[in-house]
């Protein structure tokens, strides 16, 4: 595929990240006192930990600030700015490795972010943090293992932890919460595993851990958990010492499994669920985009999917094709509707749908992009999503594409 | 032809296309006048209103608008089954997603109701078994609130297809249009931003109140955004009548 598909969307320019434009699951944009605007970007792995773009102007961007990770054997997947304070995530592709966990940076000079604070969920059944939250400049939700977490199955480490990270020199884990029957002691039975993969691969699927948690200041009682082959959870965290199931849905068996992102539309009693395509050439076909009735918390009833382009025409282009991350209505300098919903769906590139009709999902704009140069495969793949209040698109390719900035023209 | 469309900008018979409630496609019920050009009179259906400067104004006695069967009418027994009839109808007709439009639809009902009883004396009193009205019975005066309202705009907006704009929710009072945005924290969309603008800027009897989406929680109704007749709805009123009188009634009645 040479050429751009595209509809109601428009390129404003592309930057390859110096060369390293491999883009994880983080995205978070900076307005700092001067008016600057700085795109936080992480990366799918190493060496570079994170990058600070200038998208002050999004035609003319700049990279102001590249970062290293301390070794190979490690990656910073994800993270997230609220204020000038930046949270990222940090896991090992080795049990037990160091350094797993978080790390804060002041960023107020954002071209010299400052380490104040680091807390390590190090330990040896542990991974680290895959995937972190933090938009309330108070607590990080996030998914990972820890010292004194033993799963029965070596996939299913990650679990719910809750941080305060009010004081970033003493961060301390206040609360925590696990799919009931994967922790070594657990009374539950283990889950029923959907598709069983072997054991000593600790990446992929096959997996009962968390990815997403996402918590929302004006709704602080509740946490909605993308927990992989789980499927969706929403926590009762009012008590976030003690967080509590409110209710689970889950469409695997017979789906596929890698339940992503659980994104709440509260004004509108639905929720959008993402799983994750993790395989290329269309083998774990199809990954959806769910749209949940949620009006009832305790009876999720799923109405509806988003409509994929043709596994024919998209499933052997090269990578992945499917669902993934989505713009996730966060506070900030974000994009919010609970109408509009922006996707990165890999190989079928960043897609947007109207959703006014939750029973009938409308795809209303798209943009898939040529294969980047350098890429391990022969098409795009769109892996991470951000919408500014301006309607302004950031999304980024999972191997070399780097940095995509467009025009949302709906 | 879009042409012969209700334009509510029109020189000699300016009207307000008003489509409201679950409906997906606007166009055809837009359509359906370019198939039937000239003369038209205002009208309520249970899909849309066609509204003009001149109208009396839509409210809950209005007929057109909820369709009660034989059998539904035999079964009710008071003004307050019959309200309670109007309120899930009315309800009903915004979608089971849209729950701040919900939330305002039953603030503004309830409020609707209350009214009569603080102002009962004004009223007249009852029951009496020899009134024939009760001053409940003012409530289906109350004005008729149009959920989802999608405006038509006139071909200036856009000649080659109908446009719409899109109110939360739409009143049609005597010569005014008062439209309600719910403000949340929802980033405007470019172009439904652009036709609203365009409504706001060149309707001639619009009124648009924004009620901001953290003021629907307040346990009543947000009155004080809302201009008097709102609140008092009876007034100019020599009688009340419940909704879907009869046609024998209604031809008595008309002036």
Same mark, same amino acid.
Do not use: C
């Given at each position: 595929m040479s050429d751009t598909l595209s509809k109601n969307m428009s390129l404003l320019s592309q930057n390859t990240l110096g060369g390293f434009g491999g883009v994880g699951e983080g995205m978070a944009l900076q307005v700092t006192g001067k008016g600057r605007r700085i795109l936080w970007i992480a990366h799918e792995g190493p060496p570079k930990n994170f990058t600070g773009v200038d998208v002050t102007d999004p035609k003319n961007t700049v990279v102001v600030c590249q970062t290293e990770l301390p070794h190979q054997k490690m990656r910073s997947n994800s993270l997230e700015?609220?204020?000038d304070i930046l949270a990222v995530a940090y896991q090992v592709y080795e049990l037990g490795l160091e350094p797993a966990g978080?790390?804060?940076?002041?960023? +107020?000079?954002p071209a010299n972010p400052k380490s104040i604070g680091f807390h390590s969920t190090a330990g040896p059944h542990s991974r680290g943090v895959h995937c972190l939250w933090f938009v309330d400049g108070q607590y990080v939700h996030m998914a990972s293992g820890a010292p004194d977490f033993t799963p029965r199955h070596p996939r299913d480490d990650q679990i719910y932890q809750i941080i305060d990270v009010r004081n970033p020199g003493k961060m301390e884990e206040i609360g925590r919460w696990w799919y009931p029957g994967t922790r070594e002691g657990d009374d539950a039975p283990p889950p029923e595993r959907i598709i069983p993969e072997p054991m000593d691969q600790l990446r992929g699927g096959d997996a009962f851990r968390l990815h997403n948690a996402n918590v929302y200041p004006d709704h602080p009682d509740r946490a909605y958990l993308g927990y992989i082959d789980g499927g969706a959870f929403i926590l009762d965290i009012a008590d976030k010492s003690r967080p509590e199931a409110v209710s689970h849905w889950s469409p695997h068996n017979p789906y596929p499994g890698f339940t992503h992102t659980v @994104? &709440? /539309?509260?004004?509108?009693?639905?929720?959008?669920?993402?799983?994750e395509c993790i395989k290329d050439d269309a083998e774990d076909w199809p990954k959806l985009t769910w749209v949940i009735d949620a009006r009832n918390e305790k009876n999720l009833v799923p109405i509806s999917t988003l409509p994929l382009p043709p596994v024919e025409e998209y499933g052997h282009r090269g990578g992945r094709f499917g669902s993934h991350n989505l713009h996730e209505n966060r506070?900030? &300098?974000?994009? =919010?509707?609970? $109408?509009? !919903?922006?996707?990165?769906?890999?190989?079928?590139?960043?897609?947007? *749908?109207?959703?006014?009709?939750?029973?009938? &999902? $409308?795809? %209303?704009?798209?943009?898939v992009p040529p294969a980047p140069a350098n890429s391990r495969v022969n098409a795009i793949? @769109?892996?991470?999503?951000?919408?500014?209040?301006?309607? !302004?698109? *950031?999304a980024g390719d999972r191997w070399a594409g780097g940095l995509y900035i467009m025009e949302l023209d709906i | 032809m879009i042409q012969e469309y209700p334009d509510f900008l029109s020189q000699d018979r300016p009207q307000t296309l008003i489509v409201y409630g679950i409906v997906t496609n606007p166009e055809t019920i837009a359509n359906g006048f370019g198939q039937r050009p000239g003369e038209r009179p205002a009208e309520l259906t249970n899909r849309y209103a066609l509204v003009s400067p001149v109208s009396l104004g839509l409210r809950l006695s209005s007929p057109g608008w909820i369709d009660i069967s034989f059998q539904q009418m035999s079964q009710v027994k008071s003004t307050g089954d019959i309200f309670d009839l109007c309120r899930e109808r009315i309800i009903n007709r915004s979608s089971p997603f849209s729950k701040l439009i919900r939330l305002f639809l039953e603030r503004y009902l309830e409020f609707a109701r209350a009214q009569l009883e603080v102002h009962k004396h004004e009223l007249g009193a009852g029951p009496s078994d020899n009134e024939i009205f009760d001053y409940r019975d003012w409530v289906f005066s109350a004005w008729l609130p149009l959920p989802q309202a999608q405006i038509l705009l006139p071909p200036a907006f856009d000649a080659r297809q109908p446009s719409f704009a899109e109110l939360d929710i739409a009143f049609s009072l005597s010569a005014q249009l008062i439209g309600v945005? !719910?403000?949340?924290?929802? #980033? &405007? %969309?470019?172009?439904?931003?652009?036709?609203?603008?365009?409504? %706001?800027?060149?309707?001639? =009897?619009l009124t648009v109140v924004h009620v901001p989406k953290n003021r629907l929680r307040?346990? #009543?109704? %947000?009155?004080?955004?809302?201009? $008097? +007749? !709102?609140?008092?709805?009876?007034?100019? /009123?020599s009688l009340p009548q419940g909704p879907c009188p009869p046609e024998i009634l209604l031809n008595r009645l008309a002036p």
């Open positions: 700015v609220t204020g978080i790390e804060l940076f002041d960023v +107020s000079d @994104m &709440p /539309l509260f004004d509108r009693g639905l929720l959008v669920v993402t799983d506070p900030g &300098p974000s994009f =919010h509707s609970e $109408e509009i !919903i922006v996707g990165a769906f890999f190989n079928a590139g960043i897609r947007v *749908y109207d959703l006014n009709n939750p029973y009938q &999902p $409308e795809l %209303i704009a798209y943009f793949q @769109m892996n991470e999503v951000y919408v500014d209040e301006n309607g !302004i698109v *950031y | 945005k !719910i403000d949340g924290a929802s #980033t &405007p %969309i470019k172009s439904r931003q652009k036709k609203l603008n365009y409504l %706001i800027e060149h309707h001639p =009897h307040d346990e #009543t109704f %947000i009155q004080d955004l809302f201009p $008097e +007749s !709102i609140a008092r709805f009876w007034q100019g /009123l």
